[in-house]
């Protein structure tokens, strides 16, 4: 294994967890907002849903700060930072 490979392997296996909030918005307009941790870094969007207990066919934005909140596009990836606040609209409930 190179160290480069030893490296991500590293990473992988120690990589740091933070706290984000994810608020969910039912088809009637009631909103539950959940902590969660999960963990930081650079993370598939899908994978990212999964992380959070989101359907993978419903919508994911992230609102930072002074931001507009951006949507998260599936094929992409998102740097997860601690604090990170993840809105969603789903048709049933959230797992």
């Given at each position: 294994m190179s160290q480069s490979e030893a490296a991500t392997a590293s990473q992988h296996h120690h990589?740091?967890?933070?706290?984000?909030?994810l608020a969910v918005t039912d088809p009637d307009g009631g909103t539950q907002t959940l902590e969660k941790t999960i963990p930081a870094?650079?993370?598939?969007?899908?994978?990212?849903?999964?992380?959070l207990?989101?359907?993978?066919?419903s919508s994911l934005w992230v609102v930072r700060h002074g931001e507009k909140p951006k949507?998260?596009?599936?094929?992409?990836s998102h740097n997860v930072k601690a604090g990170d606040r993840?809105?969603?609209i789903v048709k049933g409930g959230v797992s």
């Open positions: 990589q740091d967890t933070v706290a984000v909030t870094g650079p993370t598939n969007v899908l994978a990212l849903k999964a992380e207990g989101v359907p993978p066919e949507q998260l596009v599936d094929h992409a993840y809105e969603t």
